[in-house]
Nanobody
Framework: HVQLVESGGGSVQAGGSLRLSCTAS????????MAWFRQAAGKEREGVAM???????TYSDSMKGRFTISKDNAKNTLYLQMDSLKPGDTAMYLC??????????????????WGQGTQVTVST
């Protein structure tokens, strides 16, 4: 059984940066594709970024150039570096393991394990 724990969220002013972490236990990261999702209040969950087992990455268009996904297999940790944050980035951010080949748009359907989420709040 895989357990995922996110950390690193918080409150930041627009233009600031945060780095989220997602640490796994129960299975090695190297065997999973991993993704970050976010869900704002009253909105549907959306894919933010995904990293495949070969290290290839995919980003949502609205985050491309501002967010960077990476993983450290030795530490079993997934990261999301978020720069130039905007108030519209305010949401609960969650990480998940992805079990099959898929696009970011449908990655939530292929998610096996989810973390509990970490809140990011961006103020003006």
């Amino acid at each position: 059984h895989v357990q995922l724990v996110e950390s690193g969220g918080g409150s930041v002013q627009a233009g600031g940066s945060l780095r989220l972490s997602c640490t796994a236990s129960g299975a090695p990261y190297s065997t999973f594709a991993m993704a970050w999702f976010r869900q704002a209040a009253g909105k549907e969950r959306e894919g933010v970024a995904m990293v495949d087992t070969d290290g290839s990455t995919t980003y949502s268009d609205s985050m491309k150039g501002r967010f960077t996904i990476s993983k450290d297999n030795a530490k079993n940790t997934l990261y999301l570096q978020m720069d130039s944050l905007k108030p519209g980035d305010t949401a609960m951010y969650l990480c998940a393991t992805i079990s099959g080949p898929c696009s970011l748009a449908v990655a939530a359907l292929w998610a096996d394990y989810w973390g509990q989420g970490t809140q990011v709040t961006v103020s003006t």
